[in-house]
């Protein structure tokens, strides 16, 4: 099942699909420009004719087709499926490459598409089952996974804390260079 999902709320799924009678080569230009891709999953921006729901589209809505390994690769030979397959865990939004997990100790520091549909990713820090830290960025953007991981080799977990509740008002690269000041200036 294909899951589509519209900008104006409309959501629904079908079995028809957005890739059917496109050789490997076509589907993989399709995943190097499509809205999201991460961990085995794709969100392709298709036209109107896909809209879910009842409702006929608006000139704004966005509509998004979720597929993943299996409806991807569907239909294409062993070597064009595995292709495809290995494409998909190259994760990117828009184009901007997805960051790798970094681990200290029992922190885990990740980037995946954020749930919206403007092109945005989500930086989420968790220590065990406890989140330090999401928040969303608009991209293009600069990569802020490195400066999260420095700040909380520095500075340790409230850093992190601090860095989230700044990034609802500032942006999260701002709050990041404001709680690096901040200390800076605290330790001067």
């Given amino acids: 099942m294909i899951t589509l999902s519209c900008s104006c709320g409309?959501?629904?799924s079908t079995r028809r699909h957005p890739l059917r009678?496109?050789?490997a080569d076509e589907r993989a230009a399709l995943i190097r420009d499509a809205f999201s891709v991460s961990g085995g999953f794709l969100a392709l921006e298709v036209d109107a004719s896909w809209h879910p729901g009842s409702e006929e589209p608006s000139e704004g809505?966005?509509?998004l087709a979720d597929l993943d390994s299996l409806d991807a690769s569907?239909?294409?030979d062993a070597a064009g499926a595995k292709a495809?397959?290995?494409l998909l865990e190259i994760g990117h939004v828009r184009g901007q490459a997805l960051p790798a997990p970094v681990e200290v100790g029992s922190v885990r520091f990740r980037v995946a598409?954020?749930?919206e549909f403007g092109p945005a990713m989500a930086y989420m820090v968790t220590d065990g089952t406890?989140?330090?830290l999401d928040a969303t960025v608009p991209v293009p953007h600069r990569d802020l996974l490195a400066d999260l991981v420095e700040l909380h080799r520095d500075l340790g977990a409230d850093a992190l804390v601090r860095v989230d509740v700044?990034?609802?008002r500032t942006g999260l690269a701002a709050a990041v260079d404001r709680v690096r000041t901040e200390r800076g200036a605290a330790v001067a």
Avoid: N, W
Wanted: negative net charge.
């Fill in 21 to 23: 009678g496109m050789s």
């Fill in 61 to 63: 809505c966005v509509v």
């Fill in 113 to 115: 598409p954020a749930d």
């Fill in 74 to 76: 569907a239909g294409l």
């Fill in 84 to 86: 495809i397959r290995d």
């Fill in 166 to 168: 700044l990034a609802a």
């Fill in 10 to 12: 409309s959501a629904g």
């Fill in 130 to 132: 406890e989140t330090l």
